[in-house]
T-cell receptor, first 115, second 111 residues
Framework: DAGVTQSPTHLIKTRGQQVTLRCSPK?????VSWYQQALGQGPQFIFQ???????QRGNFPDRFSGHQFPNYSSELNVNALLLGDSALYLC??????????????FGPGTRLTVL | GQQLNQSPQSMFIQEGEDVSMNCTSS?????WLWYKQDPGEGPVLLIA?????ELTSNGRLTAQFGITRKDSFLNISASIPSDVGIYFC???????????FGPGTRLSVLP
């Protein structure tokens, strides 16, 4: 049973560039959430996708956008990168059915460095 | 917005000792999750709690959902070197809302 996978593992970009990160949810999960984790801090919620639509959004600017595909995989896009966007970006998946829909399983993350 | 506090921020213990850490909130939560994160990896779910007063175990780990619904506790018994890592609590106010994470407790185990 494959867990949550993310790509790429690491990424280096320069200020002003755009980046796309990818996530495949755990088998059987249809809901994907994205988090930003700065060094030494806990994950911060960016947004959540369900049925190919953004269902909830945290306190992040519009430069952060996403997409969910029919196979439940998801992308996180960040435009006009800033130095402060350097962080570990985590994807978490959960099922929308079957009782405990609350429990989220995380992928290994994508380490983004903005120079 | 909702904020979680975790204490202690970090701790150093001897192998074999028991560990206690807690998580507090200014808001009432209906779900608490505890995660462990190793360097360079994503958080791994340890225990999920859904009811005030609930006590749940996962091997040497035991977590409790505080009666006030504003706190949660995690205990690790007979610590071993692989317990090293950062422990995060996460909570949410109601079903369907996103989870808020604490800043983490960094655990170091000395042989």
């Amino acid at each position: 049973d494959a867990g949550v996978t993310q790509s790429p593992t690491h990424l280096i970009k320069t200020r002003g560039q755009q980046v796309t990160l990818r996530c495949s949810p755990k088998s059987g999960h249809d809901t994907v959430s994205w988090y930003q984790q700065a060094l030494g801090q806990g994950p911060q919620f960016i947004f959540q996708y369900y049925e190919e639509e953004e269902r909830q959004r945290g306190n992040f600017p519009d430069r952060f956008s996403g997409h969910q595909f029919p196979n439940y995989s998801s992308e996180l896009n960040v435009n006009a990168l800033l130095l402060g966007d350097s962080a570990l970006y985590l994807c978490a998946s959960s099922p929308s059915w079957g009782g405990r829909t609350d429990t989220q399983y995380f992928g290994p993350g994508t380490r983004l460095t903005v120079l | 917005g909702q904020q979680l506090n975790q204490s202690p921020q970090s701790m150093f213990i001897q192998e074999g000792e028991d560990v206690s850490m807690n998580c507090t909130s200014s808001s009432i939560f209906n779900t608490w999750l505890w995660y462990k994160q190793d360097p360079g990896e994503g958080p791994v779910l340890l225990i999920a709690l859904y009811k005030a007063g609930e006590l749940t175990s996962n091997g040497r780990l035991t977590a409790q959902f505080g009666i006030t619904r504003k706190d949660s506790f995690l205990n690790i018994s007979a610590s071993i070197p692989s317990d090293v890592g950062i422990y995060f609590c996460a909570g949410r106010v109601r079903s369907g809302q996103n989870f808020v994470f604490g800043p983490g407790t960094r655990l170091s185990v000395l042989p």
